[in-house]
């Protein structure tokens, strides 16, 4: 996901490295902070990958700055990454919020919707954080008041999706 959201914010216009972490780090807030350890390494991929442009710019001081662009193969890589997005990039809400972020960069709206309607089919399969055997446990089968609060939380936040999917995808 770290690779999307750098082609994605790119695809936006050129940036620096560091404007790219500070703009990664509030799309995956706090629980995901992005490290100079795995951005740069991730752009250097996507630069020798060609996906990426590098230009070196005069700084303020001795040190020189890095802008970064997409290129075209580049801009062709986010399109597929974002029209193919399956699996995990659809049920693991971090991704999924990744994809989101940039699914109006795909410009036809039959594939925005079929990426939309795989998150849909995947939030109406019955699901619980906790089971009893086979059984999917819901907030009114536990008495501990902080599984019963991610259950409830979890439920209100499937309906709120599911509710502005289907008004979307009518």
Known sequence: MLELAILGFLAEGPRHGYQLRRQIAHLSGHARPVSD???YPAINRLVKARLLDRTAEPGASAVQRHTLSLTGAGRTELLRRL???DGLDISDSTR??????FLSQLPDLADQHAVLRRRLDFLEQ???FFRNGDRLLGAED???PYRRGMLTIARTTSHAERS???ELLA
Do not use: E, H, I, N
């Open 164 to 166: 502005w999917l289907r």
């Open 83 to 85: 029209r193919d997005a």
């Open 142 to 144: 536990t008495d501990d």
């Open 126 to 128: 019955p699901a619980s």
């Open 96 to 101: 999924y919020f990744t994809v989101l972020a």
């Open 37 to 39: 350890g795995s951005l």
